[in-house]
C-alpha cells in the first residue's frame, strides 16, 4: 500500500532552524500536508502544498517539494521552545495517508 | 475554537460498558472520520463518510460502530471493547475526501 516515511526525533538549539524530512510514494497525491500536534490536542494543520508547486512559504514556515524524488520538507526558521511537538507529514489523494510523526525537541 | 469538537474529552470505562463518542463539525464539511491514534500505530483511519455516507472502513473490529446522522455529526459507538483499545480517538472533517482535514482534540479512551 502507499506509504509515507519520515524521521522519528529531531532536536535543534532554540534560534536554529528545523528541517523535518518526509518522503511518500503515492505519486497521485494532490496535496502534501504539514500537522503539528502539542501534547493533549489533537492534529493542527500547520500549512499545505498543491502537488504541481515545489515552494510555498508561511512566515516561519518554508515548505519544499521535490515531485520526482518525492519528498517533502518542512523549515522552521528561528525556532522557539514553543515549536516542540510532534510533526506530522501526510500526502492526499482520494485518500490521505499519514507518516509516524516526527518528535521535535527545542533546547532552550 | 478548531471547529471541530469532540466529547467528552477523557472516557474510562469497563470492558462491558457501552458508550459513544460524539464529534461535531461546524465548518460546513461533507466528509468526516474517525482516527485511532495509540503508541504502537501513530495514527490509524478507521472509517470514512462522505455526503453521510461509510465510504471507507479499514478493517475495524465490530465493537467500533460509526453513525454519521447529518453531514455535521458523528458518533462511535462503543461496545465490549478490550484494554488494547485504550488510545486517543480524534476525529476529523474536510471539505471533500481529498481536501485538507481539520482535527478535533480527541477523546482520551481508558478501558479497564
Known amino acids: 500500500g502507499e506509504d509515507v516515511e519520515q524521521s522519528l526525533f529531531l532536536s535543534v538549539r532554540e534560534g536554529d532552524s528545523s528541517v523535518i524530512n518526509c518522503t511518500y510514494t503515492?505519486?497521485?497525491?494532490?496535496?502534501l500536508y504539514w500537522y503539528k500536534q502539542e501534547p493533549g490536542a489533537g492534529l493542527q494543520l500547520l500549512t499545505y502544498?498543491?502537488?504541481?508547486?515545489d515552494m510555498k512559504q508561511d512566515q516561519r514556515l518554508t515548505v519544499l517539494l521535490n515531485k520526482k524524488d518525492k519528498h517533502l520538507s518542512l523549515r522552521i526558521a528561528d525556532t522557539q521552545t514553543g515549536d516542540s511537538a510532534i510533526y506530522f507529514c501526510?500526502?492526499?489523494?482520494?485518500?490521505?495517508?499519514f507518516g509516524a510523526g516526527t518528535r521535535l525537541f527545542v533546547k532552550a | 475554537e478548531t471547529g471541530v469538537t469532540q466529547t467528552p474529552r477523557h472516557l474510562v470505562m469497563g470492558m462491558t460498558n457501552k458508550k459513544s463518542l460524539k464529534c461535531e463539525q461546524h465548518?460546513?464539511?461533507?466528509?468526516m472520520y474517525w482516527y485511532k491514534q495509540s503508541a504502537k500505530k501513530p495514527l490509524e483511519l478507521m472509517f470514512v463518510?462522505?455526503?453521510?455516507?461509510?465510504?471507507e472502513n479499514n478493517s475495524v473490529p465490530s465493537r467500533f460502530s460509526p453513525e454519521c446522522p447529518n453531514s455535521s455529526h458523528l458518533f462511535l459507538h462503543l461496545h465490549t471493547l478490550q484494554p488494547e483499545d485504550s488510545a486517543l480517538y480524534l476525529c476529523?472533517?474536510?471539505?471533500?475526501?481529498?481536501?485538507?482535514?481539520?482535527f478535533g482534540d480527541g477523546t482520551r479512551l481508558s478501558i479497564l
Open positions: 476529523a472533517s474536510s471539505r471533500g475526501t481529498d481536501q485538507p482535514q481539520h
Open positions: 503515492d505519486s497521485s497525491s494532490t496535496y
Open positions: 502544498i498543491f502537488s504541481n508547486m
Open positions: 501526510a500526502a492526499g489523494g482520494f485518500k490521505t495517508i
Open positions: 465548518l460546513g464539511h461533507n466528509a
Open positions: 463518510y462522505s455526503l453521510e455516507e461509510r465510504v
